[in-house]
C-alpha cells in the first residue's frame, strides 16, 4: 500500500544543534515528495519538495532534504537549530502528479532554548 | 503566490446540526481539491478528493452521506458535515491542485467544535 512513514515520534534538541528527521515510502517508481511544518496554533506552511533533478533540495528557513532513491528515503535536515523551529514536521509524498497527497505520522520538535 | 483560502477559519455548532465549511482558490482554478481531517496532535488524514463536476470519491471509513462535499465550480468545493456529534470535532483542511501546473496549495483549516 502506498504508505509514508516518519520514524521519530518526538525530537527534542538544544539550540545549535543539527537536525535529521527521517522519512521513508512505501515504494519506487515516480513520486513526488514533501515536507511541511506546522507551528503551533497555525497552519500547514511548505518547507521544501522535490519533484526531479537534484537530489539535494534546499527549502525555506535553511532546512535541505536529501532523496535517496535505494532507500526510498527523503529525510529532512538542518545544521543548527533554532527555538523558532519548535513546531510539526510532516513528511508527505505524491505517487503522481494526478494523484494525492498522503501524510507521514509527523514529528514533533521540541527546542529547548 | 497561489492561494487557498477556508470560511469559515472557526465554527461551534450544537450536536445534530448540520455545518458546512467552504473551499476557495482565489488566483488558480483547481479541477480537484482534497479534504482532509486532523485529530490534536495528529496527522491529517485525507477524507475525500473531489473533482469539479462529477461526485466526490471518499477514503476507505469516511461515510459519504455523513461528510457531503459538492465541487460546483473550478475555485469553490464545499464540505457539510451533517449531523454532527462532538466525535466530528476536529481541523477541516482542504487542499486545491492547480490545474496547470499540478502544484497542490493547502488552506489554513477550519476548527469544528461541536458541542
Known amino acids: 500500500a502506498q504508505s509514508v512513514s516518519q520514524h521519530n515520534h518526538h525530537v527534542i534538541l538544544s539550540e545549535a544543534a543539527s537536525l535529521e528527521l527521517g522519512c521513508n515510502y512505501s515504494?519506487?517508481?515516480?513520486?513526488?515528495l514533501f515536507w511541511y511544518v506546522q507551528y503551533p496554533g497555525q497552519h500547514l506552511q511548505l518547507l521544501l519538495k522535490?519533484?526531479?533533478?537534484?537530489?539535494l533540495v534546499k527549502g525555506i528557513k535553511g532546512f535541505e532534504a536529501e532523496f535517496i532513491k535505494s532507500k526510498f528515503s527523503f529525510n529532512l535536515r538542518k545544521p543548527s537549530v533554532q527555538w523558532s523551529d519548535t513546531a510539526e514536521y510532516f513528511c508527505?509524498?505524491?505517487?503522481?502528479?494526478?494523484?494525492?497527497?498522503?501524510f507521514g505520522s509527523g514529528t514533533r520538535l521540541s527546542i529547548r532554548p | 503566490g497561489a492561494v487557498v483560502s477556508q470560511h469559515p477559519s472557526w465554527v461551534i455548532c450544537k450536536s445534530g446540526t448540520s455545518v458546512k465549511i467552504e473551499c476557495r482558490s482565489l488566483?488558480?482554478?483547481?479541477?480537484?481539491m482534497f479534504w482532509y481531517r486532523q485529530f490534536p496532535k495528529q496527522s491529517l488524514m485525507l477524507m475525500a478528493t473531489s473533482n469539479e463536476g462529477s461526485k466526490a470519491t471518499y477514503e476507505q471509513g469516511v461515510e459519504k452521506d455523513k461528510f457531503l462535499i459538492n465541487h460546483a465550480s473550478l475555485t469553490l468545493s464545499t464540505l457539510t458535515v451533517t449531523s454532527a456529534h462532538p466525535e466530528d470535532s476536529s481541523f477541516y483542511i482542504c487542499s486545491a491542485r492547480d490545474r496547470d501546473s499540478y502544484e497542490q496549495y493547502f488552506g489554513p483549516g477550519t476548527r469544528l467544535t461541536v458541542t
Open positions: 515504494y519506487g517508481g515516480t513520486v513526488n
Open positions: 488566483d488558480f482554478q483547481a479541477t480537484t
Open positions: 522535490y519533484f526531479s533533478g537534484d537530489p
Open positions: 508527505a509524498v505524491r505517487y503522481s502528479s494526478a494523484s494525492k497527497i498522503i
